[in-house]
């Protein structure tokens, strides 16, 4: 038997991919298709703000529209976008030398000017809509900005559940890492835009990747790290990445692209509709 039953891989994609995979979800669950029963749930920088979502059982219709902190006095994302130019230069340079360029990734945000980091916790706070980790298995990536290893958080990492989506997200130039338990965490898509391979041993593996259109490779190699039984992708479609616009990161490209993620729910709840609500289970 397989070790997990159904799992659930949410991937990055800057706040248009939050949106997008936020309407894809509330899309699918109007459809009779509800990712929250996901044994277990993944996700990645922009993935992590639906997977909490979804894996505490709220309805993913409340990121409709942009969710900011009830606080009037909040202080705005603040971009630094000359140590932005420069993670996106070791990044596209990293070559045979990934980890290397992982840690230096990590110097570059770890001297960002981005604001506090309470700031961006309580921004996350705000689009999760919750405090506590859910009893179904929810895995939030990141990576320690000084090391550059990989993390994964879950219920027993001692981290409040915004505070481990606020690593996840924290991409550097943009927003500031994170302290957990004494160390600086940062976007867990630098290494893995979607880190499919944490689901190794599913089943049913639903993989939704925002990104997928920009990086097909990746996700290919993510899907035979994870070795599931069966697996079915959601990525964009030509209108929804119109929908996207040129930056993942425009806030103004939000409402349409959740518009687009309930437009394509309705294609992909006709593939997910007896595989997700059966699962899997094999001797």
Known sequence: MYSIDRALVLGAGGLVGT????GVACGLRRKGVDLGGADLTVGTS??????ALLATGQDPDRLATPVRPADSNSIPPRVDGRRLGEAFAV???AGS??????RRV???A????TGPEQAHVARMGAMVGVD????RKLLITAMDAETGEPAVFDRSSGAPLPNAVAASTAFPGIYPPITINGRRYMDGSLRSATNAGLAAGAGTLLVVDPQAHLFPGDLHKELMAAGAHTVVTIEPDPASIRAFGSDLNDRTTWEPAYQAGLRQAADAAERLCSIWKAGFVTD
């Not at 949106?19 to 936020?22: L, P």
């Not at 770890?110 to 000017?113: F, G, K, P, S, T």
């Open 91 to 93: 990044l596209g340079d």
């Open 132 to 135: 506590q980790w859910p009893d």
């Open 46 to 51: 922009a993935g992590a703000i639906t997977a």
């Open 106 to 108: 990590g110097q570059i």
């Open 110 to 113: 770890l001297v960002a000017e």
């Open 19 to 22: 949106a997008w995979m936020a």
């Open 97 to 102: 030398n990934p980890a290397e360029a992982w």
